[in-house]
């Protein structure tokens, strides 16, 4: 099966972050690559960030999550079935999606006091879906209707151990696309969230903070 049938017809995807030895042992930040997995946990293709080179290593090791960057969503055959790009930000993010040269949307951080939320857009700027995650529940993301009140998805890391988070591919998230009612777009969008709100939330490591980490 290919990323792109599976994100339109799939249940549930799941999205791993890729580290390697750098990262895990120097805290040396890294350009994020990502497996796509169906349930069997068969991969479907990767998400990789773009930009190579010392300028986008410094840009990495001081703006960390903040960072403006660019990614592809490839199949096993190298072909780009997504383009993720935002710019540099201080309080809220704006990850806008791509299919060629056609707009499927865009997902956009919000302001929230003991909520981390987001709008979900389609191409035209009409939000047709809200993330609404209380504090105290870390790892789970509900995708809810545009009032904020029926949860129709949800976006959950999956937590690993303490010694699993640092030694391993264990940063690992499930996109339950829940029944079924979103278009192919909206479901590529629910997809991008997960990228969006692991480089958001989970994106710093441990150690050596960036000169913007304060604004998190």
């Known amino acids: 099966m290919s990323i792109e049938h599976a994100i339109k017809s799939q249940r549930a995807l799941f999205v791993q972050q890729k580290k390697n030895w750098a990262e895990i042992i120097v805290d040396f930040e890294t350009a994020n690559r990502y497996a796509v997995m169906d349930e069997q946990k068969n991969i479907l293709g990767m998400v990789a960030e773009n930009g190579s080179g010392f300028f986008h290593i410094i840009k990495r090791w001081i703006f960390r ?4 960057f660019e990614a592809s969503v490839v199949d096993n055959n190298g072909q780009v079935i997504l383009s993720l790009a ?3 930000f201080f309080f809220f993010s704006d990850l806008f ?3 060629g040269d056609s707009k499927v949307g865009s997902i956009h951080r919000r302001f929230g006091i003991i909520n981390k939320k987001y709008d979900l857009r389609g191409p035209n700027g009409e939000t047709f879906a809200t993330i609404k995650s ?3 529940r870390l790892w789970t993301f509900p995708v809810l ?3 904020g009140i029926h949860k129709d998805a949800s976006i959950s890391k999956k937590w690993g151990g303490a010694l699993q988070e640092v030694f391993t591919d264990a940063d690992t998230f499930r996109v339950d696309f829940g029944n079924g009612h979103f278009t192919a777009d909206q479901r590529a969008l629910i997809f991008a969230a997960a990228i969006s709100i692991d480089f958001d939330f989970f994106e710093k490591n441990q150690g050596v903070q960036g000169a913007t980490d304060l604004f998190n």
């Not at 999550?65 to 403006?68: D, F, I, V």
């Open 65 to 68: 999550s903040h960072r403006g």
């Open 86 to 88: 935002r710019s540099f």
């Open 97 to 99: 999606v791509t299919c």
């Open 134 to 136: 209380p504090i105290w």
């Open 145 to 147: 209707d545009v009032k």
